[in-house]
């Protein structure tokens, strides 16, 4: 049995794939149709998807969010952060691997780094 918590993080994260969904396609100029066939179903399943009448399969989410472009957990709301720069994403897989000492050190770096440029432009200006 679910309880209330969880039934309303799974609306929200419904409601989120929606308007995520249909924000995306639009931006991509994907007609429900070519977005469908990408993902292994039909244009009328995504727009039914879109419409919230139904709630694809973690499968099928998963391969709606490679064909836009996104992740999973983009998709359904639970970033924010969309990253586009294959080299970026690259390196914080790298990263991920690395032990915590390495990825303390690597973190603090960033850190410094962004305060730096943080006070640079806001003494720029």
Known sequence: MQTPIFRHFCYISIMELEKTMA????????????????????????????????TPSVEIANKIAIALGVSLDYLVGNTGAVIKDKKLLQRIQEIANLSE???????????MALRDYKTQKAYSS
């Open 23 to 54: 924000q995306l396609g639009k931006e991509r100029r994907l007609s429900n149709g070519n977005l469908g066939k990408m993902a292994g179903t039909s244009g009328a399943v995504i727009g039914r998807y879109e419409r919230g009448e139904i």
């Open 101 to 111: 000492d390495r990825k303390k050190y690597i973190f603090d770096f960033i850190d």
